[in-house]
């Protein structure tokens, strides 16, 4: 989720005027991908909440929930949304610059992924 997130980011900040298409072909799991990375960038970098996600992937309510039925999931594209947007608004990740460092209890991913390397 952060690696996407940070790709997009990028992609939008080199070419402000220009669009970014994602194609995924007609492979319903694919699309679900997209969706679902599509969805948690929405949350986290342009502060979007659940609600607002979830009405903007509308069209692909039926793929989500055939998917979910058939794969006897308990866990949906909608709970990780939910999950995801209830951690930022308690803030307890960050996708941003680690530079708050009074905030001792929050994931910083880009300071996690600099020392993972």
């Given at each position: 989720?952060?690696?996407?997130?940070?790709?997009?980011?990028?992609?939008?900040?080199?070419?402000?005027?220009?669009?970014?298409?994602?194609?995924?072909?007609?492979?319903?799991?694919?699309q679900?991908?997209?969706?679902?990375?599509?969805?948690?960038?929405?949350?986290?970098?342009?502060?979007?909440?659940?609600?607002?996600?979830?009405?903007?992937?509308?069209?692909?309510?039926?793929?989500?929930?055939?998917?979910?039925?058939?794969?006897?999931?308990?866990?949906?594209?909608?709970?990780?949304?939910?999950?995801?947007?209830?951690?930022?608004?308690?803030?307890w990740?960050?996708?941003?610059?680690?530079?708050?460092?009074?905030?001792?209890?929050?994931?910083?991913?880009?300071?996690?992924?600099?020392?993972?390397?």
């Amino acid at each position: 989720i952060y690696l996407f997130d940070q790709r997009i980011s990028c992609l939008a900040t080199m070419n402000p005027a220009r669009r970014i298409v994602i194609c995924t072909g007609r492979d319903p799991l694919l699309q679900i991908r997209a969706a679902f990375l599509l969805g948690c960038h929405m949350i986290m970098t342009h502060g979007i909440g659940f609600e607002e996600t979830h009405l903007a992937f509308k069209n692909l309510h039926p793929i989500f929930e055939s998917y979910h039925s058939s794969s006897g999931s308990v866990v949906s594209v909608q709970t990780c949304w939910r999950a995801l947007c209830g951690a930022k608004c308690m803030r307890w990740i960050d996708f941003q610059d680690p530079s708050n460092a009074d905030d001792k209890f929050r994931i910083h991913l880009e300071e996690y992924m600099h020392y993972s390397r």
